[in-house]
């Protein structure tokens, strides 16, 4: 069975430091993982995806995400939180199950950018 | 191009009142999506189609729950009977090829049940 855990509900960062946004995963394949972000009365936007390729991924507006099937960890990173980046962001996993692969999303993690 | 839109964007109705959820997927997109958000949580699967055939409704949380894709395109999501712990935003989704593909989201339908 496949599943997500996002680690942190909440992380408040200042303007122009460093985003760590951590995410576990269980799978029994060789997972796709993914991270969206949600932003208040739109809609889940891509960040970015691993599909086993390489394992660091960048993604837009400057995050990234370094799979390591070790830690089994899929960790969201970027150097400088901006205003904009407050929102709520979603940790997925794509797995086989039930005879379809589907959407596992993690509980999420509201990321709050201090002046 | 165009995305994923929904209509309406916001429901309310009446505990008992049946509500029909539509999803216009990107054109083109073979698979469509339907996910429930209730408040605080994070999307949850319902079901999913592949052009017209419905391959998974393993999500749907009780038979008061339809979806429908009859042409391939335009998808609808039915609720009977709506109870209050059916409040939540609906999520459709739909991706290119199959379900393993990237989803690409709609902005959702938040329905609340009075």
């Known amino acids: 069975a496949q599943s997500v855990t996002q680690l942190d509900s909440h992380v408040s960062v200042s303007e122009g430091t460093p985003v760590l946004l951590r995410c576990n995963y269980s799978s029994s394949y060789s997972p796709s993982l993914f991270w969206y972000v949600q932003h208040p009365n739109k809609g889940l936007q891509l960040l970015l995806k691993?599909?086993?390729?390489?394992?660091l991924v960048k993604g837009i507006n400057g995050f990234e995400a370094e799979f390591k099937k070790s830690e089994t960890s899929f960790h969201l990173t970027k150097p400088s939180a901006h205003m904009s980046d407050a929102a709520e962001y979603f940790c997925?996993?794509?797995?086989?199950?039930?005879?379809?692969?589907?959407?596992?999303f993690g509980t999420g993690t509201r990321l709050k950018v201090l002046a | 191009g165009a995305g994923v839109s929904q209509s309406p964007r916001y429901k309310v109705a009446k505990r008992g009142q049946d509500v029909a959820l539509r999803c216009d997927p990107i054109s083109g997109h073979v698979s469509l999506f339907w996910y429930q958000q209730a408040l605080g949580q994070g999307p949850e699967f319902l079901t999913y189609?592949?052009?017209?055939?419905?391959?998974?409704k393993s999500g749907l949380p009780s038979d008061r729950f339809f979806a429908e894709r009859p042409e391939g395109s335009v998808s609808t999501l039915k609720i009977q009977r709506t109870q209050q712990e059916d409040s939540a935003v609906y999520l459709c989704?739909?991706?290119?090829?199959?379900?393993?593909?990237?989803?690409?989201f709609g902005p959702g339908t938040r329905l609340t049940v009075l």
């Open positions: 997925v996993v794509s797995g086989y199950t039930s005879g379809t692969y589907k959407y596992i």
């Open positions: 989704a739909s991706s290119p090829g199959t379900a393993r593909d990237t989803q690409y």
């Open positions: 691993y599909t086993s390729a390489a394992t």
């Open positions: 189609f592949q052009n017209e055939a419905q391959l998974d």
